[in-house]
């Protein structure tokens, strides 16, 4: 059972909006730093958002990132077919002294 | 550019001991922390370790504390994970990661940046 709670699942048709949700505690989330992760199937993770809301170059600015006390947020607008992807959250925890990941979203573009 | 190279993984037998490599290249490596992260067949990712820039101290997950260990020689721009002790539930792929905040300790701020491509570890009997 991981420390920060992801919907197993999201999907949307292309050109829609669709929002994952990364649940956590005061320990991690609430004073830490969050970061999003996108895997495509049969891949390597690849950094999609660090620091809550900011995106490595090379990202579109389809995706944002957001955080509310001890929950974070990314959001994918204008879906395309290439977001079919697994997505992480992951996050420092101060009662763990270590880093913990959500147990991932996978996306799927109707 | 970064480039990380996972090497070292097999098939292994419970108790076991393996010890995996990631070489590293197109960056100062002696400048950023590392990490390890594992992902079980079909199942979401892990973090399994951090090793400061310097080597001066890590920090390990409890599913691996006291079994496995983290170093890395900056002079060969190479990380290790030297793994003991290897249970059933160890078994998948293991990525190395770089964190983007150099000279950083914990709680860094710009997320693991560059990834390798993974080495598989199968620990059965």
């Known amino acids: 059972q991981s420390v920060l709670t992801q919907p197993p699942s999201a999907s949307g048709p292309p050109g829609q909006t669709v929002t994952i949700s990364c649940s956590g505690s005061g320990s991690n989330i609430g004073r830490n730093y969050v970061s999003w992760y996108q895997q495509l199937p049969g891949a390597a993770p690849t950094l999609l958002m660090f620091?809550?809301?900011q995106r490595p170059s090379g990202v579109p600015d389809r995706f944002s990132g957001s955080k509310s006390g001890t929950s974070a947020s990314l959001a994918i607008s204008g879906l395309r077919s290439e977001d079919e992807a697994d997505y992480f959250c992951?996050?420092?925890?101060?009662?763990?002294?270590?880093?913990?990941f959500g147990n991932g979203t996978t996306v799927t573009v109707l | 550019q970064v480039q990380l190279m996972e090497s070292g993984g097999g098939v292994v037998q419970p108790g076991t001991s393996l010890r995996l490599s990631c070489a590293a290249s197109g960056f100062t490596f002696s400048k950023f922390g590392m990490h390890w992260v594992r992902q079980a067949p079909g199942k979401g990712l892990e973090w399994v370790a951090f090793l400061f820039y310097d080597g001066s101290n890590a920090h390990y997950s409890d599913a691996v504390k006291g079994r496995f260990t983290i170093s890395r020689d900056n002079s060969k721009n190479t990380l290790f994970l030297q793994m003991n002790s290897l249970r059933a539930e160890d078994t998948g792929v293991y990525f190395c990661?770089?964190?983007?905040?150099?000279?950083?300790?914990?709680?860094?701020?710009?997320?693991?940046?560059?990834w390798g491509q993974g080495t598989l570890l199968t620990v059965s009997s």
């Open positions: 992951a996050s420092w925890d101060d009662s763990l002294s270590g880093y913990v």
């Open positions: 990661a770089r964190d983007g905040t150099v000279y950083c300790g914990g709680n860094c701020p710009r997320g693991f940046d560059s």
């Open positions: 620091s809550q809301k």
